[in-house]
């Protein structure tokens, strides 16, 4: 499950939650404990589901900070920097990533190289799980780590 909040400009006292149970679903909204609607995005568009009818604006900046999260580029980060040996990798959730490996890659070696420099990639402030699956998914292995602490 991904948890953000979202305090809106210029109003005092009022925190949206926005949660995302599985990846791929809507994202819900939350305010003072209650539902008040799912929103997705479609075609590069935030929209509300439902019958709920929220600001555009505040649609737009609820997207904006859900696009923002580092979850959201980290799963093409691992397929770009390590091109030569990763297929695939699929963000199952803020903090659990699944990336299999292409066919005919030496596995022990990226095991070596994922685990010495993985912590490179990460900028989110809290524990990642890492599982790694060679090409015909017969050899794993996993990675916990907790990212860099942002200083404020």
């Given at each position: 499950?991904?948890?953000?909040?979202?305090?809106?400009?210029?109003?005092?006292?009022?925190?949206?939650q926005v949660l995302q149970f599985?990846?791929?679903?809507?994202?819900?909204?939350?305010?003072?404990?209650?539902?008040?609607?799912?929103?997705?995005?479609?075609?590069?568009?935030?929209?509300?589901?439902?019958?709920?009818?929220?600001p555009p604006t505040l649609v737009?900046?609820?997207?904006?900070?859900?696009?923002?999260?580092?979850?959201?580029?980290?799963?093409?980060?691992?397929?770009?920097?390590w091109g030569a040996y990763v297929?695939?990798?699929?963000?199952?959730?803020?903090?659990?990533?699944?990336?299999?490996?292409?066919?005919?890659?030496?596995?022990?070696?990226?095991?070596?190289?994922?685990?010495?420099?993985?912590?490179?990639?990460?900028?989110?402030?809290?524990?990642?799980?890492?599982?790694?699956?060679?090409?015909?998914?017969?050899?794993?292995?996993?990675?916990?780590?907790?990212?860099?602490?942002?200083?404020?």
């Open positions: 499950m991904i948890e953000l909040d979202y305090f809106p400009d210029g109003v005092n006292d009022v925190v949206y599985r990846t791929g679903e809507a994202w819900r909204v939350v305010c003072a404990g209650e539902m008040i609607c799912s929103m997705e995005k479609l075609d590069g568009l935030w929209y509300v589901k439902g019958k709920t009818i929220l737009e900046s609820m997207g904006r900070l859900i696009d923002m999260q580092h979850f959201n580029f980290l799963a093409a980060e691992l397929k770009q920097h297929q695939e990798a699929i963000a199952q959730g803020e903090n659990q990533y699944l990336v299999i490996c292409k066919e005919g890659i030496e596995f022990e070696r990226f095991e070596r190289l994922f685990r010495a420099y993985i912590i490179n990639l990460v900028r989110d402030p809290w524990e990642i799980r890492f599982r790694v699956y060679n090409a015909r998914m017969s050899e794993d292995f996993e990675v916990f780590i907790k990212g860099p602490v942002l200083a404020y």
